[in-house]
């Protein structure tokens, strides 16, 4: 809890499966460095989460704000974060810092992780199970739904050049949203009444999936 301060994590031995809180400052897992799969971060205001020096991923249980409102940012570099979750709601400020070209995978049915400041990652976003949500924007460059639930709640927070893949699960725009193609297999998109979701692609696309309007 020292601002300013960075806590590196080099080794794969930490097995704790305590809350971390990084009230102040920083903590960042580097090369092999872990926490517990089962670990839980909270981070408060101006404080980060940092794991753009792992060598390829990390996994935790969940990413939340340290208090109501007390939110601090996740650093991905070029590396992903994925959340094994279990039976949590998590709400988080930012997820992906500017610069960052890393990835976010959601992959647990009884998570959900709500997004309320802007999330500047360019790479994958993908969820397998669980419900990501956001009502910050987000700069991630493709969605990919495997299952799961992918809901933006305000206008204009996704890239107009997104792509997003709806396999299974749901997409719901409850905001009006400019995207770049819309595709997949299955699953649902959700349009709200009054809301509209626009595609920029000038190719030939398939989406074979259900779209639902006025919900």
Known sequence: NGS???????????????????????????GSGTLASSAIVKIAANST???????????????????????????????????NGGSGTYSLNVLGVSGDTGSFELNDSDTTLSLWGNSLYTGATTLTAGTLSTSGAMASASFALDGGNLTITADNRLSDSASITVNSGTFTASGTDTIGVLSGTGGTVSISSGKSLTTTTTGTVSYSGVIVTGK
């Open 49 to 83: 989460f940092d794991i753009s020096n792992v060598t390829t991923s990390a996994t935790v249980k969940g990413v939340a704000e340290y208090g109501l409102n007390n939110g601090g940012s996740v650093k991905l570099g070029s590396k992903k974060l994925i959340l």
């Open 4 to 30: 300013g301060q960075t806590y590196t994590l080099n080794n794969s031995g930490n097995t704790y499966t305590g809350e971390t809180q990084i009230q102040a400052g920083t903590v960042a897992l580097s």
